[in-house]
């Protein structure tokens, strides 16, 4: 990676290892994943259910629920602090006003019982000296931003009178307020529909541009990665296994989960496609954290898998330029379809 | 499909639910879940339902199945229309229709073991028993890919697509000529998502049953259908042939809905939102064309009149006054 990257990069990852203790054992739920995000930048990180995806950025946010969760290993470094050392209250100094987090379901999120305008004001507040006048009309203002229709108006409503695409605008309008370094989005259209992903997805990354806040996008939809992001990490049972630009990583994808999700997936537009092709399915399952097995943890699913494969757990090693891949076959596919 | 009849024909199907309030529960507003659907599946065939959420594709499922009672209109099933049989003229017919639901963890019983889960249609319509229904289960088990031996395990043995193949195997177990699946794949990963879809269609080709496959995302209703039909707001706006519908979409609803899909191509253009705003509650509907809300071409009309579903061309029908009625070519 260059010299000029490393200026701006707002947020170091380095050997994140986040573990949960649980009934059934210890299970590794982030295992050594290293990242970095620069200002004004998307990264996406892609991954099925259960691969850790979601942990990472707990992680991040210092949010795993302890117990049964801890981070026990790695550092994270944003804008030169390391945000593991710190206490919780200095954490908090920290969360909503340089690092923020939008989740799934805004219902969730927002405190059902207080208006749109005093949950924004409330974040103001803590983190800027402000009166609450001020905060009131710059929590208008970021609604506003998010084009809500009559601002001023719905500050003045509760979380209920607003549809699920309005209460993600509120929820990023809350988000941005202190116009964090970084933002962390975790699957932030998947509970909505179709046209409203679009709205909502194209306001992110307008926002983003123009305030030039690093965006980390979690999401299992390539779709939405190909449409967003700059650069891909995609994570299979808690470990990264290859890392890329997206356009790198779309045209020549090195891993071969990578590119057995790309294969799985229906594409909508299948002109003289047969009606009933059968699509490329990855045979099996994702196998639990508990019980993984002692080489690549995708190798039971794996049509290139040999024996190497099955003992010994592949490095990530760069196959090509800037991108990344932890498989033992990766640089023989080169090439490849 | 040698028999020319459809299976399946459901006529101005309208599904209204009371909105009541105030200390009399007095009827305050009507919900317009379904207003007027009416389409035909053919034998063999799959019909594709989209729309968004609260356009009414759930409840069209639903009524067809008569697991909610419609308002009004007809469901005719092999040429018998169901709407007004009784619980007990209903049960024979039960046996031909089926239904896969979204979310395996909710749809099965967790103290059953997944044998008798899919062995109870055979007993409580008299089928098998003993021996012969566990012989056919074993038989639907192999069907959908699970292994016989799993027959003993409880539901939160298995995992998510494993648990959707269960119903699947349930809902064939009475050989059934019908088979309605509500949003079947949406709660599963991208990688057993198309495990089931493939499933899905392998039987379909082995059995010649029809679907009436309900979901939101376009690509995997793209991916599985014969027709397709989109919903907007209890109405259906198009309907056509699925290489039809997709390569030359009509409604501007349709056209709106297509262009929203992010597209796995970093190359392709970049998501341009083609509708401003949001779903229009169907408690109180916009008068003329549901849509013209949020629609880019709205004319004088469209806000009084409603736009009757009629032929724009070769079995594609839509609603949408633009172009005398066929709506508009992209």
């Given at each position: 990676?260059?010299?000029?990257?490393?200026?701006?990069?707002?947020?170091?990852?380095?050997?994140?290892?986040?573990?949960?203790?649980?009934?059934?054992?210890?299970?590794?739920?982030?295992?050594?994943?290293?990242?970095?995000?620069?200002?004004?930048?998307?990264?996406?990180?892609?991954?099925?259910?259960?691969?850790?995806?979601?942990?990472?950025?707990?992680?991040?946010?210092?949010?795993?629920?302890?117990?049964?969760?801890?981070?026990?290993?790695?550092?994270?470094?944003?804008?030169?602090?390391?945000?593991?050392?710190?206490?919780?209250?200095?954490?908090?100094?920290?969360?909503?006003?340089?690092?923020?987090?939008?989740?799934?379901?805004?219902?969730?999120?927002?405190?059902?019982?207080?208006?749109?305008?005093?949950?924004?004001?409330?974040?103001?507040?803590?983190?800027?000296?402000?009166?609450?006048?001020?905060?009131?009309?710059?929590?208008?203002?970021?609604?506003?931003?998010?084009?809500?229709?009559?601002?001023?108006?719905?500050?003045?409503?509760?979380?209920?009178?607003?549809s699920g695409g309005m209460?993600q605008r509120?929820?990023?309008?809350?988000?941005?307020?202190?116009?964090?370094?970084?933002?962390?989005?975790?699957?932030?259209t998947?509970a909505l529909d179709v046209t409203i992903q679009a709205q909502i997805l194209a306001l992110?990354?307008?926002?983003?541009?123009?305030?030039?806040?690093?965006?980390?996008?979690?999401?299992?939809?390539?779709g939405v990665?190909?449409q967003?992001?700059?650069?891909?990490?995609?994570?299979?049972?808690?470990?990264?296994?290859?890392?890329?630009?997206?356009?790198?990583?779309?045209?020549?994808?090195?891993?071969?989960?990578?590119?057995?999700?790309?294969?799985?997936?229906?594409?909508v537009?299948?002109?003289?496609?047969?009606?009933?092709?059968?699509?490329?399915?990855?045979?099996?399952?994702?196998?639990?954290?508990?019980?993984?097995?002692?080489?690549?943890?995708?190798?039971?699913?794996?049509?290139?898998?040999?024996?190497?494969?099955?003992?010994?757990?592949?490095?990530?090693?760069?196959?090509?330029?800037?991108?990344?891949?932890?498989?033992?076959?990766?640089?023989?596919?080169?090439?490849?379809? | 499909?040698?028999?020319?009849?459809?299976?399946?024909?459901?006529?101005?199907?309208?599904?209204?639910?009371?909105?009541?309030?105030?200390?009399?529960?007095?009827?305050?507003?009507?919900?317009?879940?379904?207003?007027?659907?009416?389409?035909?599946?053919?034998?063999?065939?799959?019909?594709?339902?989209v729309g968004e959420s609260g356009c009414?594709?759930?409840?069209?499922?639903?009524?067809?199945?008569?697991?909610?009672?419609?308002?009004?209109?007809?469901?005719?099933?092999?040429?018998?229309?169901?709407?007004?049989?009784?619980?007990?003229?209903?049960?024979?017919?039960?046996?031909?229709?089926?239904?896969?639901?979204?979310?395996?963890?909710?749809?099965?019983?967790?103290?059953?073991?997944?044998?008798?889960?899919?062995?109870?249609?055979?007993?409580?319509?008299?089928?098998?028993?003993?021996?012969?229904?566990?012989?056919?289960?074993?038989?639907?088990?192999?069907?959908?890919?699970?292994?016989?031996?799993?027959?003993?395990?409880?539901?939160?043995?298995?995992?998510?697509?494993?648990?959707?193949?269960?119903?699947?195997?349930?809902?064939?177990?009475?050989?059934?000529?019908?088979?309605?699946?509500?949003?079947?794949?949406?709660?599963?990963?991208?990688?057993?998502?198309?495990?089931?879809?493939?499933?899905?269609?392998?039987?379909?080709?082995?059995?010649?049953?029809?679907?009436?496959?309900?979901?939101h995302d376009l690509?995997?209703?793209?991916?599985?259908?014969?027709?397709?039909?989109v919903m907007y707001l209890?109405?259906?706006v198009?309907?056509?042939?699925?290489?039809?519908?997709?390569?030359?979409p009509?409604h501007p609803y349709t056209q709106a809905l297509l262009a929203s899909v992010p597209?796995?191509?970093?190359?392709?253009?970049?998501l341009a939102p083609m509708v401003d705003g949001d779903v229009p509650?169907?408690?109180?509907?916009?008068?003329?064309?549901a849509f013209?809300t949020r629609c880019r071409?709205?004319?004088?009309?469209?806000?009084?009149?409603?736009?009757?579903?009629?032929?724009?061309?070769?079995?594609?029908?839509?609603?949408?006054?633009?172009?005398?009625?066929?709506?508009?070519?992209?």
């Amino acid at each position: 990676m260059s010299e000029a990257r490393k200026d701006d990069t707002i947020l170091e990852v380095k050997n994140l290892q986040t573990v949960f203790f649980t009934n059934s054992g210890l299970f590794r739920a982030v295992d050594n994943v290293s990242f970095s995000v620069r200002r004004g930048e998307t990264l996406a990180i892609v991954g099925e259910s259960g691969c850790g995806k979601s942990v990472t950025a707990l992680s991040v946010m210092r949010l795993v629920p302890d117990p049964p969760g801890r981070v026990v290993g790695g550092t994270v470094t944003l804008e030169g602090t390391d945000l593991l050392s710190l206490e919780e209250a200095e954490m908090r100094q920290i969360r909503g006003n340089r690092i923020s987090m939008i989740f799934q379901e805004p219902m969730t999120s927002l405190n059902p019982v207080m208006r749109i305008g005093d949950q924004i004001t409330e974040v103001l507040r803590l983190h800027q000296e402000m009166t609450s006048k001020e905060a009131w009309t710059k929590a208008v203002e970021m609604l506003r931003l998010v084009r809500i229709p009559e601002p001023d108006r719905r500050a003045q409503e509760y979380p209920h009178q607003l549809s699920g695409g309005m209460r993600q605008r509120a929820m990023i309008a809350m988000a941005l307020a202190c116009r964090p370094a970084l933002l962390i989005a975790d699957e932030p259209t998947t509970a909505l529909d179709v046209t409203i992903q679009a709205q909502i997805l194209a306001l992110i990354v307008d926002l983003q541009k123009r305030l030039g806040t690093g965006l980390i996008l979690i999401t299992h939809d390539l779709g939405v990665v190909a449409q967003t992001a700059q650069r891909v990490i995609v994570m299979y049972a808690g470990k990264k296994v290859e890392e890329a630009t997206v356009e790198d990583l779309f045209e020549n994808p090195k891993h071969p989960y990578t590119r057995g999700l790309m294969a799985s997936m229906p594409a909508v537009i299948s002109f003289g496609a047969k009606t009933d092709a059968r699509l490329n399915e990855i045979p099996g399952m994702v196998p639990s954290l508990t019980n993984l097995p002692p080489g690549c943890a995708f190798a039971p699913r794996c049509r290139l898998a040999i024996d190497r494969c099955r003992a010994e757990y592949p490095p990530l090693q760069e196959v090509d330029v800037n991108h990344l891949a932890a498989c033992w076959r990766a640089t023989e596919l080169v090439g490849a379809p | 499909m040698t028999d020319q009849r459809p299976l399946l024909e459901v006529t101005d199907l309208v599904k209204h639910y009371a909105v009541r309030g105030g200390v009399l529960r007095r009827r305050v507003g009507t919900v317009h879940a379904v207003d007027g659907v009416s389409f035909s599946v053919a034998r063999g065939e799959t019909l594709g339902l989209v729309g968004e959420s609260g356009c009414g594709k759930s409840t069209v499922a639903r009524s067809v199945l008569r697991l909610v009672e419609p308002s009004s209109g007809a469901i005719k099933l092999n040429g018998t229309d169901i709407t007004g049989l009784s619980k007990a003229e209903m049960r024979p017919h039960r046996r031909s229709m089926q239904i896969v639901f979204q979310d395996p963890f909710a749809s099965l019983n967790p103290r059953m073991t997944a044998g008798d889960i899919v062995g109870e249609p055979l007993s409580v319509h008299g089928l098998a028993t003993g021996r012969a229904q566990q012989e056919r289960v074993a038989e639907l088990f192999a069907q959908v890919g699970l292994r016989p031996d799993q027959m003993k395990n409880y539901p939160h043995q298995f995992s998510g697509g494993q648990r959707q193949r269960i119903c699947i195997a349930r809902a064939l177990s009475l050989g059934p000529s019908l088979i309605v699946c509500d949003e079947p794949v949406s709660a599963l990963d991208v990688s057993i998502q198309a495990q089931v879809i493939n499933l899905l269609i392998d039987l379909q080709r082995k059995n010649d049953f029809s679907y009436l496959f309900i979901a939101h995302d376009l690509a995997v209703v793209a991916h599985i259908s014969h027709r397709v039909a989109v919903m907007y707001l209890g109405r259906i706006v198009e309907i056509a042939d699925k290489t039809e519908l997709f390569a030359n979409p009509r409604h501007p609803y349709t056209q709106a809905l297509l262009a929203s899909v992010p597209v796995a191509d970093p190359k392709a253009k970049r998501l341009a939102p083609m509708v401003d705003g949001d779903v229009p509650s169907p408690i109180n509907p916009p008068s003329g064309c549901a849509f013209h809300t949020r629609c880019r071409y709205v004319m004088d009309r469209c806000k009084v009149e409603r736009p009757a579903l009629v032929e724009a061309g070769e079995g594609h029908q839509v609603a949408c006054w633009l172009n005398d009625g066929t709506g508009r070519p992209e």
